[in-house]
């Protein structure tokens, strides 16, 4: 399972970026996909058994996702 976490600017998903690294999780910034629609352009993929550590590290720094998708085949539900 993937999640996908928005921020609403690039500035703080690259914020998140940097978290992230320094918390040692496994995750991708990427283009926001086709399927969402996002001013932002940015975005952080996550495996599913990261969320939970990346959800923590992102809270603990004051930093939250504005938008959590899950990736469920082709289709982003919203969490």
């Given amino acids: ?3 996908i976490l928005g921020f ?6 690259l914020k998140a970026e940097e978290i992230l690294k ?3 999780l496994p995750f991708r ?3 926001v996909p086709k399927a969402l629609d ?3 352009g940015l975005v952080i993929r996550l495996k599913g058994e990261a969320f939970d550590d990346a959800k923590k590290a992102l809270e603990g720094s004051g930093l939250t996702p504005r938008s959590v998708y899950r990736k469920e085949g082709e289709v982003y539900v919203k969490v």
């Avoid at 609403?8 to 998903?13: D, E, I, N, Q, T």
């Fill in 29 to 31: 910034l990427l283009p």
């Fill in 38 to 40: 996002s001013a932002c």
């Fill in 8 to 13: 609403g600017s690039a500035h703080r998903a």
């Fill in 1 to 3: 399972m993937e999640f």
């Fill in 22 to 24: 320094k918390a040692g």
